[in-house]
């Protein structure tokens, strides 16, 4: 990673910017001119450049977007009108670092003059799906630092370009807008809502992306491409043409020839324009002069377009009131903006996608569910070493934080969390993470190695189990003494249950006292494994020690004489097998029949009880002829699921600290349904695979958890990204009256972390450890699509079945796992918000192995710290803590360094009596290692100084005051005062 090369050269492209003809143009003064009273016809060449999709991310740069980046840069330097636009920023990031220092020159004049343009900014295009907000803001983030380190104000992005992902989700809408963008532009939207809003010219409006909580400063302009996002014949050029059937002449001018053709594709092209006038409100038009990896020889492209240009706007002479101009997103934003007229809105999102009858993107929100997992596994973790890193003081320590960000950034991608990827490129996805992850792993030990010294010991090396999930790590099985070290990332206190492999039969679980004795249990497992849980009580924004030891046939080893005070083992408490078929806690109970089917749900604490049953079934997927079901496309040859029947009901073991009951489904589907004592929640470990093919039919498997008589009445909530909760109703769309032809698919949204139905008093609320495709087709229930296996391609490019097979060769296996809250709807958003987060941000799990003795480790060093002075309130959340890679967009003093933090209001209006209150408080002194005095606001990308966020101004049709031009200010000196939902952004400079 080559950061610091191109901090360096801004630095000296800057200095050389003292000339007069250096001056800043970019912007929308650096627009080229339209001409009034004409259809104007904005001319945005762009390439758009999957950050993998069918060969992987390093295959796509070296085979095209080198030479696409290359070509366009020697054509723009050829002519002061031509633009281009840049969108995946960690392609650019590379090729950017490969440039001579009169290259770089040429791209910063370039970027300086407004000719080459920065759209969205992040370093994908993220899906809106599956992607959880906190990743999205990651990944723009970082593509936002680079171009602002690089290139200056003259980088700042005015507008998303979201052309690809399959849906598009009003979450990301209210994110841009406190980005500071004034519009996002996107191409898929559903058929029906397509041909309707072109008939009525709604094309173009205003969405509210927080209508109920952040209001109109959440608000975004919001234009749709309705023909996709490469141009209408005759007007798309690309070399690729030449290898492939010519859908598009090229241009014959010369008069002498016989084949000189013009006039018959200036005919066509303002025939075409025409059209897309007719379904536009105004007389500014956008067409994307560009494709997928287009403009390898921008120099076939560009020569084309400006005969294109040339020969239409010559016909002017004749009457012709068609204008063409290159262009960019902004510009005609701009221009649109300058009519100053009214706009119709709109509140919900554009979910699901459907591009014909019975075509309803719905499977990718849950295709690959070992992808999704593990992208959201290494986001958390992330997030933990980010606040880690905060500890170390030292400028330029985020640096070291780029193999791990830039992982994470390309796994965002539209074709890779989404499971949209052919499978070597998923492959490639989960090794750069797992590169990222060795790197993040680094950090940590750098970190511990100074928060645990006290000026003896030399802190040991910490090491990872990454195979945890799956019951499987050799260290814990296998060491007798062992130290198990456990971050938390939230800035509250957890209590965390924590389950380890082991195998021998006798423990003693230590505190980080190094003295007292934490009950703990073991449950049976397989023949060679059985599991440990005990209780981890971790304090705010920090770690603790503990340690557990094996006392059962232990070698004698020289460091277990040493000391003799050690505590001595008492018997570890064991699950036992239990003759009734309830499990419960202090806080829930959970009921099943004689033959093992849940029965009942009762919450202990509010006395809400309820019937509840739970069913896997599976739906065999659409492979005749016609459209099949896919890795996007979600069509269910059946709309009726078949059952797959309890086959085998083990019963229940019961304990002190959880209780499980364990049913198998035949052979495809195996369950623990788990109470802990002291949790407010069901846990559902459900495990899926491998799925039987031999049939010939591919299948979608799904759960359904049912409440007779709960009285939804097909309405249920669904959240949009992890954030706000968007209601939905079955066979319903808020903006048109809609024809589902797939009853199934049709009514499927994105879960990305939680599903709920209500009756008039309680809620019940299903949460996930990733996204899935989830509805509530029926009275009562709540389904999700677990895991999916195909056998046909459908037709979406990939090319490629989504039939992922295990080492062995048989269908993958998948495990994961459900958390259900019921209760009154009062109380539940304190326990599904909480827990959220809980599950987002799980505690960091390192081990040891320093053969001390407890008392002795902790007499050397320390086994537990926490980053918090002061506790935030209940309601607010401390989203990010982290070094920025650089400096901050706000300069600070040479003897500082700048850190970068983001607290949240994490309710909604109404949600809570209590905690859905505005909230006001002081930041500074609430984290121990840096007292925050010289704070400044940002906007939601940590690149611009809140001060100088102007957004334009757009009126409405509903007087919903969506022209607010400024974002919300939140900080007055160190306090703090935020809104249902809201976000502050803050760059403190810490004193070294």
Known sequence: ???????????????????????????YQSCNAEKPGMINVHIVPHSHDDVGWLVTVDQYYYQSVQFILDSVLAELTLDPTKRFIVVEVAYFYRWVNELSLEQHQQVFDLVNEGRLEFISGGWSMNDEAATHYLAIIDQHKLGFEFLRDSFGSCARVKAGWQIDPFGHSRELASLFAQFGFDALIFSRLDQQDNELRQVEKRLEFVWKGSPKNIGPSSNLFTSILPYGYSPQDPMHFDVQQIYQPMNTELFADDPALNDYNVDSIVDAAINAINIQATVFATNHLLVPAGGDFNYVSAHFNFKEMDKLIKYVNARQ????????????????????????????????????YADS?????????????????????VNGFYQSVKKLATNLLQIGIGRDLLPLADALGAAQHHDAITGTEKQVVAFDYALRLSDGVRNGLDMVNTVYRKLMYKGTFTPPTQEFCPLLNESICDLTRETYMLQ?????PLARLVEYMVRLPVAGSGYTVIAPDGTTEVEHQLVPGSAQTQTLVFPATLPPLGYATYFVNRQTDVPKKPAEVLDQEKPKAKSSKRSHSSTTNVIQGKYVSVTFDEAGHLAYLTNLESGVTTQLSQNFYFYPGFGQKGQSSGAYIFRPANNTPTSIPLTLWQGTRNGTLVQEAYQQFTDLVSQVVRVYREKRYVEFQWTVGPIPVSDGIGKEVITRFNIPGWGNKGVFYTDANGRELLERKINYRPTWNVTIPEPVAGNYYPITTMISIKNDKNQF????????????????????????????????GVNEALNETGSDGRGLVVQGSLYVVLDTIDRSARQYRSLAQE???????????????????????????????????????????????????????SNTIPLLIRFEHFYEVGEDEDLSKPVTFDIQNIFRAYPINDVYELNLGANIPIEEVKRLHWR?????????????????????????????????????
């Open 839 to 893: 599950l987002i941000l799980s505690p960091l799990l390192t081990f040891s192995t320093l053969d001390v003795a407890p008392a002795d480790y902790v007499k050397n060093l320390n086994t537990t710290v926490s980053g918090l002075m002061t506790q935030l309130p209940p309601n607010v959340h401390l989203l990010s803590l982290e070094p920025f890679l650089e400096w901050g967009p706000v300069a600070s003093p």
């Open 1 to 27: 990673m080559l950061w610091l090369r191109s901090s360096v050269v801004l630095l000296v492209l800057w200095c050389t910017c003292t000339r007069v003809d250096c001056v800043q143009t970019c912007g």
């Open 317 to 352: 002479a004749n009457g012709s009131n068609i204008n063409f101009l290159y262009s960019t997103p902004s510009c005609y934003v701009k221009a649109v903006n300058d009519d100053n007229a009214t706009w119709t809105t709109k509140e919900d999102d554009f979910f699901p």
């Open 484 to 488: 198990a070290t456990l971050y938390n």
């Open 765 to 796: 609320t299903v949460l996930t450890d990733r996204s899935h495709g989830g509805t509530s087709l029926n009275d009562g229930d709540v389904e999700l699509m677990l895991h999916r296996r195909l056998l046909h391609d459908d037709s979406r």
């Open 357 to 377: 009858d019975h075509s309803y993107w719905t499977g990718y929100f849950t295709s690959r569910p070992t992808v999704k997992r593990y992208i959201r596994v």
């Open 956 to 992: 409405t049709n509903d007087a919903s005051g969506s022209d607010v031009t400024s974002p919300i200010r939140h900080l007055n000196g160190t306090v703090v005062t935020l809104n249902p939902m809201e976000i502050v952004t803050l760059q403190a400079n810490i004193q070294l």
